[in-house]
């Protein structure tokens, strides 16, 4: 008789012991242990967050161990009892030989009333499993994946999603764990309760007479952002510098050419460029624009009965001597004409200010349903859909990247149900409805490359790589350059050359899969539908995971600063642009804010999902799916080298007055989870 010992790692999360029966057998290239029950009346079994040893018996020596199989029945009286399901979250498996040697079982998975045979976590390509046992439990375990991970349309012509009505419906390794759910709903709950107490306490009627009214709504906000940008917001570098820093850093471009639908003529900027010229400027590198097109056309929504207003604005800026990025001109409307004047800082404070608000409006909405929702939330659930169902388990490039699939699709099935539902907070509090999110997402999936998504051929489109105190470019770019770094030390590790990733199989179903399906082959958008090269892959994953952890971190976490004072980014706007200048009042510009109830569902829904999340993993946090000595010893240098790009953020930030902080490593979170 061989005995082996073997440990169980449960997991540290709320209910992750079980009170099952679980029973093990090894499975090794010489047969197969006995079946061995892992309760033990001496001793608690599977508790939460500990590690049980056991010794297993077998009547030979099993030579390699490949496999560890393992059963969990409920009680036998559960079903009758109608008790609550009992999963079991197993961690790893680690079984030590009578010889000595050692086998890594990576799990990470909720078991309950199933029978499961984990693979040693040896990474392994296709090729590397010439043996039938190993290529069947691949394509096993594929085939479960593909009938559980399945697509599903939610409109057309946007990403597609995994197959899940409800909360319900997701298999529950997707779900949020208990604590991190009860957190969700506290937090969503509490703001909501705040909500209805501000309106009880300081509201009467529906609007807001005057802007200081805001700050009925400004309590205990200990932003030091949102505190400056209460007293400073009507100021134009400060309107200037959030381009750049703020809730949306992704849209500016240098203007080489002033758009032919935006005549601004050298008299009009005059007051701002002194005695240089637009064509002067433009040529010196310091004429910069954003514009908002693709709100041109978006339907706007109806409130209650009331009407709501959208612009599609286009501004153009001039960084001065002083390096500030200031606004020059303004036109709310994409078609120039009489009744679409357009706004410059020279003209009356309050014509001028109001131009301003319009365009941290459309910018609001921009970021919220664009720069966040669609090409962070929507776009990650497809990779990480396609990973699940194409990339086994064993698979190096499913381990490098199911850690930043965490939760995602558990935060997007209730973004669909809460945000963007008929009830949901969208419908009943943006400037923007259903049917014109559904549209505007459209424009812009429709409209989007492989090229924006990948920070730094994005900057050098745009012309902004050399611009100063740009730090969420600077920061991004470190925090890229370091993601690359480690998935190219991953790729070349398991792939000797570049016929080894053209012939894989898995790997080229998976790229299909995500382009071909998932964003359903948009045309003309660059994303490859093979893989051919260790570059091409390093490249696309790298890509994929810096747009589920630090490009989402970079909008998410900026939320609360830069929207909680309601003035400086409005949910929505309740009045039509104006049309002719010199006309414009206090009270004109208090009647195109937000409302009462917009207001404090802005400063909810910002704080809610601006919070930090219990059981954060930060970038870099790999568990252990990796078994392997030499790719830990990639991971453990891929953290230091976070660290290090921690160090110089935080030194450089000891001199800001606003202190960039969202694509601080520590604070990125690994996968999209709020």
Not at 61 to 79: H, Q, S, Y
Not at 312 to 331: E, G, S, T, V, Y
Not at 514 to 536: A, C, D, Q, Y
Request: glycine share 4%; proline share 5%; aromatic share 12%.
């Amino acid at each position: 008789m061989v005995t082996y010992k073997v440990s169980f790692r449960t997991g540290s999360a709320e209910y992750a012991g079980t009170d099952s029966y679980v029973y093990c057998t090894l499975v090794g290239e010489f047969g197969e242990s006995l079946r061995t029950s892992l309760d033990d009346w001496l001793q608690v079994d599977l508790e939460r967050g500990t590690v049980d040893c056991y010794d297993i018996a077998s009547s030979q020596d099993l030579g390699t161990i490949w496999f560890v199989e393992l059963e969990v029945n409920r009680l036998p009286l559960a079903d009758y009892l109608s008790l609550l399901q009992d999963y079991w979250f197993c961690c790893s498996v680690t079984v030590q030989s009578p010889s000595g040697e050692t086998y890594h079982f990576p799990c990470y998975r909720w078991l309950e009333n199933c029978t499961v045979r984990i693979r040693e976590g040896t990474a392994k390509r296709f090729r590397d499993d010439r043996l039938g046992t190993f290529q069947s439990h691949r394509q096993a375990e594929l085939r479960e994946r593909q009938q559980l991970y399945r697509w599903k349309d939610w409109a057309p012509n946007v990403p597609r999603h995994i197959d899940a009505e409800s909360l319900d419906d997701l298999p529950v390794d997707l779900t949020f764990n208990f604590k991190k759910e009860q957190n969700m709903k506290y937090n969503l709950a509490k703001a909501v309760g705040v909500l209805r107490l501000k309106r009880f306490v300081n509201m009467f009627g529906e609007s807001w007479t005057t802007v200081e009214d805001f700050e009925n709504i400004f309590w205990k906000v200990t932003s030091p952002i949102a505190v400056f940008t209460r007293e400073h917001w009507k100021e134009d570098w400060l309107f200037g510098y959030q381009f750049l820093n703020g809730l949306n850093p992704v849209l500016i471009r240098k203007c080489d050419r002033i758009p032919a639908n935006f005549p601004v003529t050298d008299a009009m900027v005059r007051v701002s460029l002194g005695r240089s010229s637009l064509e002067q400027e433009m040529k010196n590198g310091k004429i910069f624009i954003v514009d908002y097109k693709m709100l041109d056309g978006i339907p706007p929504n109806v409130i209650k009965g009331v009407q709501q207003y959208l612009a599609a604005p286009i501004c153009l800026l001039h960084l001065n001597k002083q390096n500030q990025m200031m606004p020059i001109a303004i036109q709310l409307k994409q078609t120039p004409g009489g009744d679409n004047p357009i706004f410059l800082p020279s003209d009356a404070e309050l014509d001028w200010l109001l131009a301003k608000m319009w365009v941290r409006s459309s910018d609001y909405l921009q970021a919220t349903l664009i720069t966040h929702l669609l090409k962070t939330h929507l776009i990650a659930e497809s990779f990480s859909v396609a990973t699940l169902r194409q990339l086994p388990s064993v698979h190096p490039i499913y381990k490098l990247l199911v850690p930043h699939a965490r939760y995602t699709m558990h935060i997007n099935t209730t973004a669909r149900l809460s945000l963007l539902d008929r009830g949901g907070v969208i419908p009943r509090a943006f400037g923007i409805g259903i049917e014109g999110t559904h549209t505007l997402f459209q424009k812009e999936f429709l409209a989007m490359t492989y090229q924006s998504l990948c920070l730094p051929e994005r900057l050098e489109h745009l012309g902004v790589k050399d611009l100063k105190d740009y730090y969420y470019k600077d920061d991004g770019l470190l925090v890229w350059c370091a993601i690359h770094s480690f998935v190219t030390s991953i790729v070349t590790f398991y792939y000797e050359n570049d016929q080894e990733v053209a012939k894989d199989p898995e790997l080229q179903a998976w790229i299909r899969d995500i382009t071909e399906v998932g964003l359903h082959n948009v045309k003309n958008s660059g994303f490859p539908s093979s893989l051919n090269t260790r570059m091409e892959l390093c490249k696309f994953v790298t890509m994929v995971i810096f747009n589920c952890s630090a490009q989402h971190a970079a909008i998410n976490n900026a939320q609360y600063d830069w929207e909680a004072w309601v003035p400086n980014a409005p949910i929505s706007m309740r009045k039509p642009p104006p049309t002719i200048k010199g006309t414009v009042t206090m009270q004109h510009i208090m009647e195109s804010l937000p409302d009462i109830i917009q207001s404090c569902t802005q400063m909810a829904l910002a704080w809610a999902l601006s919070r930090p999340q219990p059981g954060m993993r930060k970038l870099g946090d790999y568990e252990e799916y990796f078994t392997e000595e030499a790719a830990k010893a990639l991971i453990r240098k891929f953290q230091e080298e976070l660290k290090s790009i921690d160090r110089v953020i935080r030194k450089r930030n000891q001199g800001l007055i606003l202190k960039y902080e969202y694509l601080i490593p520590e604070t990125i979170e690994n996968s999209i989870t709020s």
